[in-house]
C-alpha cells in the first residue's frame, strides 16, 4: 500500500527562522510528489516534483526531491507569521488515476 | 476563490441520516475527486471520477456514493451516518495530466 510520512508532525519557530519539513514516501510507479500549504480550509498548491535533484522555488520557498532515497524536502527560509499552517506532501502514481495519497501533514507555527 | 464550488459549508445532521455534497469543479476541468480529513486520518482519498466515468476508488465505505454529472458537477452522497463520519470532506478538480489539482473550501459535516 501506498504510503507518505511527513515530519515533524508539528514545529514551533520564532519568525526570521529557516525551517525544513521532511516527506519520505512509499509508493509503487512514482509519478510525482506535491507540497500543498494548508491554512484554514482548501490546500493550496506549492510544487511539483517528478525529478531528483532539481530544486523548485518559489520565493521564499523551496523543495527538492530524492528519488533514490524516496524523500522530499520543503525549506522556508526567513519564516514569517503568514507561513504559520499545515504543509502536507503528495505522492501520485503512474497508471490511469491521478489520486494523490497525502501524509498526516506538519503543523507549522511561526511566533512573532 | 480557487475556482471550485462546494456546498454546503457546514452540515449538521444526525445519526442514521443522509446528505448529499455537491462540487462544481473548476471551469474546464474533467477530473473530481473526493477526499476525506479527519484529525486523525489526514486526507484520505475517496473516489474520482472523469468526465463523467469513475475512474478510481478509494477507501470509500459502502454507505458512501457519489456520481458526476453531464455538465461535470459531482455530488457525494452519504447515507446511515455515524458519528465516525464527521470530517472535512473536500472536492477537488483537475485537468490530466496536470497533478497540481485545485481544491474546494470543503464541507464540514458534523453528525450528532
Known amino acids: 500500500e501506498d504510503k507518505v510520512v511527513q515530519s515533524p508532525l508539528s514545529l514551533v519557530v520564532h519568525e526570521g527562522d529557516t525551517v525544513t519539513l521532511n516527506c519520505s514516501y512509499e509508493v509503487t510507479n512514482f509519478r510525482s510528489l506535491l507540497w500543498y500549504k494548508q491554512e484554514k480550509k482548501a490546500p493550496t498548491f506549492l510544487f511539483m516534483l517528478?525529478?531528483?535533484?532539481i530544486e523548485k522555488k518559489s520565493g521564499r520557498l523551496s523543495s527538492i526531491l530524492d528519488k533514490k532515497e524516496l524523500f522530499s524536502i520543503l525549506n522556508i527560509t526567513a519564516t514569517q507569521t503568514g507561513d504559520s499552517a499545515i504543509y502536507l506532501c503528495?505522492?501520485?502514481?503512474?497508471?490511469?488515476?491521478?489520486?494523490?495519497?497525502f501524509g498526516k501533514g506538519t503543523k507549522l507555527t511561526v511566533n512573532p | 476563490d480557487s475556482g471550485v464550488t462546494q456546498t454546503p459549508k457546514h452540515l449538521i445532521t444526525a445519526t442514521g441520516q443522509r446528505v448529499t455534497l455537491r462540487c462544481s469543479p473548476r471551469?474546464?476541468?474533467?477530473?473530481v475527486y473526493w477526499y476525506q480529513q479527519s484529525l486523525d486520518q489526514g486526507l484520505q482519498f475517496l473516489i474520482q471520477?472523469?468526465?463523467?466515468?469513475?475512474?478510481a476508488k478509494g477507501n470509500i465505505l459502502e454507505r458512501f456514493s457519489a456520481q458526476q454529472f453531464p455538465d461535470l458537477h459531482s455530488e457525494l452522497n452519504l447515507s446511515s451516518l455515524e458519528l465516525g463520519d464527521s470530517a472535512l470532506y473536500f472536492c477537488?478538480?483537475?485537468?490530466?495530466?496536470?497533478?497540481?489539482?485545485?481544491f474546494g473550501s470543503g464541507t464540514r459535516l458534523t453528525v450528532v
Open positions: 471520477y472523469y468526465n463523467g466515468e469513475e475512474r
Open positions: 477537488a478538480s483537475s485537468a490530466p495530466p496536470n497533478y497540481g489539482y485545485t
Open positions: 517528478t525529478s531528483s535533484g
Open positions: 503528495a505522492v501520485g502514481a503512474q497508471g490511469g488515476s491521478e489520486k494523490l495519497v
Open positions: 471551469s474546464g476541468d474533467l477530473s
